[in-house]
T-cell receptor
Framework: EADIYQTPRYLVIGTGKKITLECSQT?????MYWYQQDPGMELHLIHY???????EKGDLSSESTVSRIRTEHFPLTLESARPSHTSQYLC???????????FGPGTRLTVL | KNQVEQSPQSLIILEGKNCTLQ??????????LRWYKQDTGRGPVSLTI?????NTKSNGRYTATLDADTKQSSLHITASQLSDSASYIC?????????????FGRGTQLTVWP
């Protein structure tokens, strides 16, 4: 089991609320990623980071933002949640020279 | 366009039976191919990794094959168990970027019945 953690595991909130999904890893990995996954669909990369103070947008357009102030921490924020944001969000990390990504357990977000 | 296609989309088998899942990809340049297992409500966990020069690799009851010429891979599960019920995702990595770009299939949802 990889040492990568996500909180909360489940979140149900109302439209317009600001939320932050937490992701932490204890493996010292430089690269971190956020994916969005809907049931029966492939994972879509929404954000990634090469290291501290590095953040990039992924392939799937997302209204969320991320920050990387510490190596181990890569939180994702939605300023104003909408029902279209309902999905599973998966955080992952990898070594600088490796491409095996280790995934967290995910956060299941439901926006009413 | 780099794509990963998996079949079947879903599969139901009885406990103890074998099954084979398929993956076709068009990712280029190719670096490696992994099979991940994703339990319901969990993140994916890597089962096997196949590089260009490898044809077969086993991990317990899981055996992956790779044909780099036809760009096809399969995952064979032997003597299935109830705990094998999960989504199996084929993931291909390219060599063309510093990020180590991954391309995900939609997965095969396997259900093992007692």
């Amino acid at each position: 089991e990889a040492d990568i953690y996500q909180t909360p595991r489940y979140l149900v909130i109302g439209t317009g609320k600001k939320i932050t999904l937490e992701c932490s890893q204890t493996m010292g990995h430089d690269k971190m990623y956020w994916y969005q996954q809907d049931p029966g669909m492939e994972l879509h990369l929404i954000h990634y980071s090469y290291g501290v103070n590095s953040t990039e947008k992924g392939d799937l357009s997302s209204e969320s933002t991320v920050s990387r102030i510490r190596t181990e921490h890569f939180p994702l924020t939605l300023e104003s949640a909408r029902p279209s944001h309902t999905s599973q969000y998966l955080c992952a990390s990898s070594e600088w020279r490796g491409d095996e990504q280790f995934f967290g357990p995910g956060t299941r977000l439901t926006v009413l | 366009k780099n794509q990963v296609e998996q079949s079947p989309q879903s599969l139901i088998i009885l406990e103890g039976k074998n099954c084979t899942l398929q993956c076709n990809y068009t990712v280029s340049p190719f670096s490696n191919l992994r099979w991940y297992k994703q339990d319901t409500g969990r993140g994916p966990v890597s089962l096997t990794i196949m590089t260009f020069s490898e044809n077969t690799k086993s991990n317990g009851r899981y055996t992956a094959t790779l044909d780099a010429d036809t760009k096809q891979s399969s995952l064979h599960i032997t003597a299935s168990q109830l705990s094998d019920s999960a989504s199996y995702i084929c993931v291909v990595s390219d060599r063309g970027s510093t990020l180590g770009r991954l391309y995900f299939g939609r997965g095969t949802q396997l259900t093992v019945w007692p």
